[in-house]
């Protein structure tokens, strides 16, 4: 490691649980030059509570394109810098990609301090498959682009993983019944590692049921596990949409795609708008 160049460091916060964080972190936390921060004010509750006076400055999505060049110039001087988020770890749906990657082009040393996360933390926790997972951020906020979003997630065999706010929670639970099917699993976790941390389990159905239960369930900070797409494979699919084809001309598409799916062991989802599809093309 190069002396004359200082390192910047990633470091993990707690989501929550302010003990959460590591001795290493807090380490690093504590000597380095700068510390950038998404919100200062939220970093300062931090920082207090662990007795730590290192300078702060703003770092977030509106000022980072203007800042990294300034921070690679002090990093090249020998500053070490910390990068830290509201919470979690860095870069995870927050900022500071542009500025990990102009460090990496100019040959300066990063090192990560892990820690916290709310999609593993709550992936531990959600009873469905955790060897291959897909993380998909916050889903687009307009009803338009949330639908196009899940269908294209539609045949996606891994388990997805989402982030979610407090209004547009119920939005997005219900779309992805619509769109993913009422038979995929869900566990949502709501205020992870907060003093109100709670799991909901369940098919799309029953977790909005529980979540209307108490306007009180809706409010904080969520992440939704979903179970990946079940169906015997590319060759029972194009089985099963071959005996759709027969089936449309004689029943209602609905009916038709559920037989297909149950004699083919198919997603009936899935089915269904291959068949829309297919009308679509006869007409």
Do not use: W
């Amino acid at each position: 490691m190069n002396n004359e160049t200082g390192t910047l460091y990633v470091v993990a916060t707690p989501i929550g649980n302010l003990k959460d964080i590591g001795q290493r972190g807090l380490d690093v936390l504590g000597r380095v030059s700068l510390i950038l921060a998404e919100d200062t004010r939220h970093a300062g509750i931090l920082l207090s509570h662990y007795s730590i006076a290192t300078s702060t400055r703003s770092f977030h999505e509106h000022n980072e394109q203007d800042q990294v060049n300034g921070m690679i110039k002090r990093l090249e001087s020998g500053q070490d810098i910390a990068l830290i988020s509201d919470a979690g770890t860095p870069l995870i749906s927050d900022p500071g990609y542009r500025l990990v990657f102009e460090a990496v082009s100019h040959g300066i040393p990063i090192s990560p301090i892990p820690g916290p996360c709310a999609i593993t933390a709550a992936l531990s926790v959600s009873g469905l498959p955790t060897d291959r997972f897909c993380f998909e951020g916050f889903l687009p906020a307009k009803p338009h682009g949330r639908e196009q979003r899940l269908l294209e997630l539609d045949r996606e065999t891994r388990t997805l993983v989402f982030y979610e706010s407090s209004h547009r929670i119920l939005d997005c639970v219900e779309a992805i019944g619509a769109n993913l099917g009422e038979d995929r699993k869900l566990s949502v976790g709501r205020e992870i590692t907060k003093r109100f941390e709670t799991f909901y389990y369940g098919h799309p159905q029953a977790i909005l049921e529980q979540l209307n239960g108490d306007p009180v369930n809706q409010k904080g900070e969520f992440v939704v596990i979903v179970s990946g797409a079940t169906f015997g494979g590319d060759a029972d699919f194009a089985k099963a949409t071959h005996l759709l084809g027969q089936l449309i001309d004689h029943m209602p598409l609905k009916k038709a795609s559920e037989i297909a799916a149950e004699i083919l062991d198919c997603n009936r989802n899935q089915l269904y708008k291959a068949g829309l599809a297919m009308k679509k093309e006869r007409e």
